[in-house]
């Protein structure tokens, strides 16, 4: 069966520091792969999806970039965090037109 | 970018109520889909209604579509305490290459016993 691991859970950083969030995908080859962003009592706002290796699709301009360096890597970076990088980061993933299936997430809090 | 608009923003019932929630969105799709989160977690998906069908079951929900008019609806009947939690639908659109799903704000439903 498919997984997909996201981790930390928690992330607590200080303004101006990098981020780097990991998520894999087990059980599955070339899944389509998303980062997604949620403000508190907000919905999901899609930051970027990737459709293969090195394939990376921005939505919305900003301070984060994302890679694909693996089939089923996805990682979401920053060179320096800003107070408004807080929020609940989602990792998902799904095969074209189908259901998507996300990670526990990822809460940053920037301070 | 949000395609996809829940209506209401907030629900509050008891349980055995039925409880309805409402999509709205803007562009041509594949298919909609409704998906559960509860406080602090990932999504869990619920539903799929492709765009050329008009209603589908699962349990004890009931989604409806209607591409004229650009609108879901999502019926959760006899709810109980365990289904409070944010609802969101979420459209993959139909000519976009990269098939992103769009997620709407979302409606948070609270159910009391």
């Known amino acids: 069966s498919q997984t997909i691991h996201q981790w930390p859970a928690t992330l607590v950083q200080p303004v101006g520091s990098p981020l780097s969030l990991e998520c894999t995908v087990e059980?599955?080859?070339?899944?389509?792969l998303y980062w997604y962003r949620q403000a508190a009592g907000r919905g999901l706002q899609l930051l970027f999806y990737?459709?293969?290796?090195?394939?990376i699709s921005s939505e919305v301009p900003q301070n984060l970039s994302a890679s694909r360096p693996q089939d089923r890597q996805f990682i979401l970076s920053s060179k320096k965090l800003l107070l408004s990088d807080s929020g609940f980061y989602l990792c998902?993933?799904?095969?074209?037109?189908?259901?998507?299936?996300f990670g526990q997430g990822t809460r940053l809090t920037v301070v | 970018s949000q395609q996809g608009e829940e209506d209401p923003q907030a629900l509050s019932i008891q349980e055995g109520e039925n409880a309805t929630m409402n999509c709205s969105y803007k562009?041509?799709?594949?298919?909609l889909q409704w998906y559960r989160q509860n406080s602090g977690r990932g999504l869990v998906h619920l539903i799929l209604?492709?765009?050329?069908?008009r209603e589908k079951h699962s349990g004890r929900l009931r989604v409806t579509l209607d591409t004229s008019k650009k609108s879901s609806s999502l019926l959760i009947t006899a709810s109980r305490a365990a289904d409070t939690a944010s609802y969101f639908c979420?459209?993959?659109?139909?000519?976009?290459?990269?098939?992103?799903?769009?997620f709407g704000k979302g409606t948070t439903l609270s159910v009391s016993s």
């Open positions: 990737s459709v293969g290796i090195g394939q």
């Open positions: 209604i492709r765009s050329n069908e």
């Open positions: 979420a459209t993959s659109p139909y000519d976009q290459a990269g098939t992103a799903l769009i």
């Open positions: 059980g599955t080859s070339n899944p389509n």
């Open positions: 998902a993933w799904s095969r074209r037109h189908t259901e998507a299936f």
């Open positions: 562009t041509s799709i594949n298919n």
